[in-house]
């Protein structure tokens, strides 16, 4: 993986987890009437039928198919668990990335395969399918599966397990007793004090992100690194932190993050995917997961029905609300939850949860509003559009807080 530009991902509070109600109708014979499970496929109708302007919709749309916005491959918003709004925007990235593609580089260790960032049958599709490249909006779907298998029993440590308990000591460099009390929950919020460098561009030489993904065993790249602060303390982006959750799910479970995640999360839910594998076969679950832009938009949905799809609990209502609760500061004024990320709301008191990856991906998840907006991109030589613009595009086309039908 590789987190968007900016590094953000955004997500929810607890306190809204708490005390807002769901907006969002069950459906027939699961839970408040009239909720619809789109896993076979969304319905469709107008912006106006979920009283959303499609005028504002369609201005936004304008400016990404002008190009205002670089690099934007889809836009897609669901309310009421529909869908109202999909645009794609077709780009040549053979084209647009052919000298890049040739050339060794942090984005282009290899020159070929599965992290050549430039390669068009790899990125941002996987070999011309619609399955899109979900950078680290992995880390995220990630979490979501370590959360199920807690749900069910399979996951049975304590948030509180020491992370170390999972590794030979004698094989690890730069133990002190800073790196001893490092635990899970660190890992799922990003706290662990490892010493890691993914604040420079993606193609800077200095990146840990990239530096790891050119060694074949990225565990141990990450797992050495020295301790720079006392876990729990200080947010650190670190994709590498991120990849250890397919290394601690194999041996807290005895099985395979991605099969697993296949028979509880993705099949459950109608989802096909595709997701990229280290040199030594571990699960990137950094950033190496490849899906379509609706499917990503039933994560959300999932969330917004407190873990429920269709009368089964996928993952539990706790897990939720933990995972949406603000563990600590993250940059530019967002707080982190396990693996999603809180942006303010400058409107009203809350949240918008969100995941985001590298190039422009986006899960934006509006709680209050009952709305999901989607974002798939391939900008990963420049910063994509601004999160918080996004946002403040996006909300004045809500006419009403109730997503009522207005038939």
């Not at 496929?41 to 749309?61: N, Q």
């Not at 996987?126 to 990630?142: A, E, F, I």
């Not at 200095?206 to 790891?212: I, V």
């Not at 974002?375 to 994509?384: A, C």
């Amino acid at each position: 993986m590789k987190k968007a530009a900016s590094v953000l991902v955004f997500v929810s509070c607890v306190f809204f987890v708490q005390n807002a109600p769901l907006r969002a109708r069950e459906s027939q014979g699961s839970g408040p009437r009239g909720t619809t499970w789109p896993t076979h496929g969304w319905a469709k109708s107008a912006p106006t039928s979920v009283r959303l302007e499609e005028k504002v919709l369609a201005g936004l749309d304008a400016d990404l198919a002008t190009g205002k916005y670089p690099m934007v491959d889809s836009f897609a918003v669901f309310r009421c668990g529909n869908e109202v709004f999909e645009r794609t925007y077709s780009h040549d990235y053979g084209t647009i990335y052919a000298k890049e593609a040739k050339t060794r580089g942090p984005l282009n260790a290899r020159l070929t395969g599965p992290y050549n960032y430039f390669d068009p049958a790899w990125h941002p599709y996987y070999h011309g399918t619609d399955l899109h490249s979900m950078q680290s909006v992995s880390k995220t779907v990630s979490s979501i599966i370590v959360g199920i298998a807690v749900t069910r029993g399979d996951f049975k440590a304590s948030l509180d397990t020491p992370l170390l308990k999972y590794f030979d000591g004698a094989r690890v460099k730069n133990v002190d007793e800073r790196k001893r009390r490092i635990t899970l929950r660190h890992v799922l919020t990003m706290s662990t004090g490892l010493d890691w460098n993914e604040e420079v561009a993606y193609d800077d030489p200095r990146n840990d992100a990239d530096l790891m993904e050119a060694t074949d065993d990225w565990v141990q790249y990450v797992i050495d690194r020295p301790m720079a602060h006392e876990p729990g303390k200080v947010f650190n982006y670190s994709s590498g932190v991120s990849e250890l959750l397919a290394f601690i799910f194999q041996k807290e479970t005895g099985q395979d993050i991605e099969k697993y995640g296949e028979k509880y999360l993705f099949t459950p839910l109608g989802m096909d995917h595709y997701w990229k594998r280290s040199p030594m076969a571990v699960v990137d679950t950094e950033g190496g997961l490849f899906l379509r832009t609706t499917d990503l938009a039933k994560m959300g949905y999932l969330y917004l029905h407190d873990g429920m799809w269709d009368g089964q609990q996928i993952v539990s209502k706790d897990w939720v609300k933990q995972s949406l609760a603000p563990f600590i500061d993250a940059e530019e004024g967002f707080k982190y939850g396990f693996k999603w990320w809180l942006l303010p709301r400058t409107d009203r008191q809350g949240y918008v949860w969100m995941a985001r990856g590298f190039g422009g991906q986006r899960l934006m998840v509006f709680p209050e509003e009952d709305m999901i907006v989607v974002f798939t991109g391939w900008e990963i030589l420049k910063d994509p559009a601004g999160d918080r613009e996004l946002v403040n595009r996006i909300l004045p086309a809500v006419r009403t807080q109730s997503c009522t039908a207005t038939q």
